[in-house]
């Protein structure tokens, strides 16, 4: 019996060896007819095996080869690959110097299990997303996205194009103008929540005054609620509100148990807390099976507390959902019309219930299924949530952290707006052009360079060999079917080939000051602008040629203002580009430019020193000098958090790490108002 083991384990480690060592020959040669710098590693870095254990098994591996290699050896043969196989490369210390060790702004990663592609080429970029037939989506690595249904994110082809006419309907200019007004009341709410916390918790000790917030650790927290209370507008047509607000007489009772601050009958939880509470355990719920999580019990410590809340959660926020969908079916199918405004799902279901649409006289060919219209309704709130959210986030962060670029920003608000006028007024034609080009444009738009939302958009090669055409080298490239091709948005986001440096002493080097949060670089002239555009439109006919020119709606215009900086096409993608662009970036500009307009048009943002002042009134007795030196140390700290951020779904602070901060009426500044600090 012993000799039959040992027999089958000897089969099954030859034939093992065999597969490695041909997998190995394989792509190793299929890497390098493509022509580009190729690394051989150990198992493909986009492998699922590899993604669910390199926490543990990276340093296992790199203890385990460097006490078993000579230093020489290591430092030529293993440390050159090394840094495609950690998490989170693409982002920190600084993306760009690994594609500088490599030697090129592309190269191919090959290993006996598969082979994969990684670039921050704008050229390269651009044609990988301009020719979808050639270069799909690489769908493969979206499937657990489908968790409440298929969508327009997760499918590809004519179910893809599908799902993109139905979901492009809602954005459009006249919506983007509803979520201007409200996402200035979300934002109006936002801060009077800080204002009212700080006034009861100082109740009677005069400590604040009402001119300054108490310290605020949730910021993070915070800039998701408000994400969240926009998209229940945007993606329902709710009102929700924040826990000092109450809800307006005139809402709809039949929408006032979606915005209420308490479970309605038959629920545990409100469907604000509900759907946030999936949105922050999603990564539990797409990869722990259903039939697991809801067995897991409470008792078991705090990580069996952490899964029962999100399979709580996920039954309240289904069971809203399904009742949504019946309110709204029985809506359009009674001739109900809705009230003005933007509603992603109110539109889903339209698409399929209402006579009069389009898709009904179209043979069932646009139909999507009511698990469709719950599948694209998730997905639009979990996209246009996290990415908003943790961009307005790190802009106020990174605004506390820059003291002239806030004052520059209030300055531009005082001009559009004035500094007393009502928010609730503020018009969205006749603003929204000033408000992307003025300076709060370039704020936003700098810190979707440097911390974009996501630091790749996967792509792969088609089911047959494509070419790419490379203009760096002035060669045809042979890229390998099915290869994924991994566009690396924030390291073409910092390459110089493409982005001028501020600083003109910081110029050498691969990454010269592109690693800083500079706004005023979108100011910066864009040389040969015209004859871009007219590259553009040439690119653009070419990509129509012997196909079949379709729309897919949504958003056509730039995604910066035209007076901005203009940059290269393919090197600045936060939403991607071409057909699979994100069909929220405008509404998602619109909402960052309103609230940052509302925060500062009558606050100042500062970091807050607790960690080295034991009082307020300490800071009060210092002088100039030493108030700036106090606040060098907390700009410094703050900048090393931020280059903490983790890609989890999206680019985010994570494992408790937070900057904290203090909102203060303009004029009540510590530090921010001091000219002298920068």
């Known amino acids: 019996m012993r000799i039959n083991l040992l027999a089958l384990f000897g089969l099954f480690l030859a034939w093992a060896t065999y597969k490695i060592y041909t997998g190995f020959k394989t792509n190793i040669a299929k890497a390098r007819k493509a022509g580009y710098p190729v690394l051989i590693t150990p198992i493909c870095p986009l492998s699922p095996l590899w993604l669910t254990t390199r926490t543990f098994m990276l340093p296992l591996l790199t203890r385990l080869l460097s006490f078993l290699l000579p230093a020489s050896f290591y430092a030529t043969h293993i440390q050159p690959w090394l840094f495609v196989m950690t998490p989170d490369w693409e982002y920190h210390p600084s993306p760009r110097q690994h594609f500088a060790q490599v030697g090129s702004d592309t190269f191919l990663a090959a290993s006996w299990n598969g082979l994969c592609c990684y670039t921050s080429d704008a050229g390269v970029i651009h044609q990988v997303m301009s020719r979808r037939e050639a270069f799909p989506k690489d769908t493969r690595q979206y499937g657990i996205l489908e968790i409440f249904g298929s969508n327009v994110v997760t499918t590809e082809g004519h179910v893809w194009r599908m799902h993109r006419k139905v979901t492009s309907a809602s954005f459009n200019e006249r919506n983007a103008g509803h979520t201007f007004r409200e996402a200035v009341r979300q934002t109006v709410g936002m801060v009077g929540g800080w204002f009212a916390a700080s006034s009861s918790s100082s109740s009677g000790s005069g400590s604040h005054d009402g001119e300054q917030t108490k310290t605020i650790t949730s910021l993070e927290h915070d800039t998701m609620r408000w994400a969240l209370n926009i998209i229940g507008y945007v993606g329902f047509g709710l009102r929700l509100i924040w826990p000092h607000e109450q809800l307006p007489a005139d809402v709809d009772p039949k929408l006032a148990k979606y915005g209420s601050l308490q479970p309605p009958a038959g629920y545990s939880m409100t469907f604000a807390d509900s759907l946030a509470t999936v949105l922050e355990r999603i990564l539990v719920l797409l990869l722990i099976p259903s039939a697991v999580l809801k067995r897991v019990p409470q008792g078991w410590g705090s990580w069996g507390a952490k899964l029962h809340e999100a399979w709580e959660a996920k039954v309240n926020y289904t069971k809203y959902m399904n009742a949504f969908l019946a309110e709204k079916v029985e809506d359009i199918r009674a001739g109900r019309k809705e009230k003005e405004g933007m509603n992603i799902m109110g539109q889903l279901v339209r698409s399929k219930y209402d006579p009069s649409s389009s898709s009904e006289k179209n043979d069932g060919a646009t139909k999507l299924e009511d698990s469709d219209i719950m599948g694209n309704a998730f997905i639009m709130t979990l996209a246009g949530h996290e990415t908003t959210a943790n961009v307005m986030h790190f802009t106020l962060l990174e605004l506390a952290i820059h003291p002239e670029a806030q004052r520059r ?33 370039a704020v936003i738009n700098e810190t979707l360079r440097l911390i974009p939302p996501v630091v790749v958009t996967p792509k792969r090669v088609a089911d047959t060999d494509q070419w790419l055409q490379d203009e760096s080298d002035g060669q045809k490239h042979k890229m390998p079917a099915m290869m994924p091709i991994m566009p690396v948005i924030s390291a073409v986001q910092r390459n110089k080939r493409y982005w001028p440096a501020l600083d003109k002493t910081k110029q050498e080097g691969d990454a010269g000051d592109l690693d800083e949060w500079l706004p005023d670089r979108w100011y910066l002239p864009s040389p040969g602008q015209r004859q871009q555009q007219q590259s553009t439109d040439d690119e653009k006919t070419e990509e129509k040629q012997g196909q079949q020119e379709e729309n897919y709606g949504g958003y056509q215009g730039l995604d910066t203002s035209p007076t901005l900086f203009w940059p290269v096409r393919g090197s600045f993608i936060p939403f991607s580009d071409g057909a699979r662009s994100c069909l929220g970036r405008r ?25 080295w002042v034991g009082s307020d009134e300490e800071v009060r007795r210092m002088g100039v000098e030493e108030r700036r030196r106090l606040y060098k140390r907390a700009q410094e700290k703050g900048k090393e958090t931020l280059l903490q951020a983790k890609s989890v779904l999206t680019l985010k602070l994570t494992g408790g790490r937070h900057v904290p901060v203090r909102f203060v009426r303009r004029g009540a500044e510590r530090f921010v108002g001091d000219e002298g600090l920068c």
């Open 587 to 611: 509404i998602a500009m619109v909402e960052m430019v309103a609230a940052v307009a509302v925060l500062f048009q009558k606050n100042s943002v500062e970091l807050a020193v607790d960690e």
């Open 409 to 441: 920003v209030q300055r531009d608000i005082d001009a559009i707006f004035g500094r007393d006028s009502d928010p609730e007024t503020w018009d969205y034609e006749n603003n929204i052009n000033a408000l992307l080009a003025s300076y709060i444009g």
